[in-house]
């Protein structure tokens, strides 16, 4: 059974850092392309950043670039995402999403909220 497990999310005020962890199992990790979304209240669902198999390629989206920065560890089965300088609207349920071409998983999704 696939299980992804995010934590490290929480309340911060604006200008501050947090680090999301999101732990998998049930899957051969260093097979899957790792990435974050986010989701506001009222709001689809966003793609935030993302992480090649090897880590060897990350990607961003334009309102987090400079900000956040995506990262694994395939020993640990574990992919991070550092944000710093947070803003009010990175409010969100951040989930992580393990891809292969055959192969779609999430995970509950864990809380960021900046306060001003």
Partial sequence: QVQLVESGGGLVQAGGSLRLSCAASGLTFSNYHMAWFRQAPGKEREFVA?????GGSTYYADSVKGRFTISRDNAKNTVYLQMNALKPEDTAIYSCNARTILRNYWG???QVT???
């Fill in 50 to 54: 993302a992480i090649s198999w090897s």
């Fill in 108 to 110: 509950q999704g864990t």
């Fill in 114 to 116: 900046v306060s001003s």
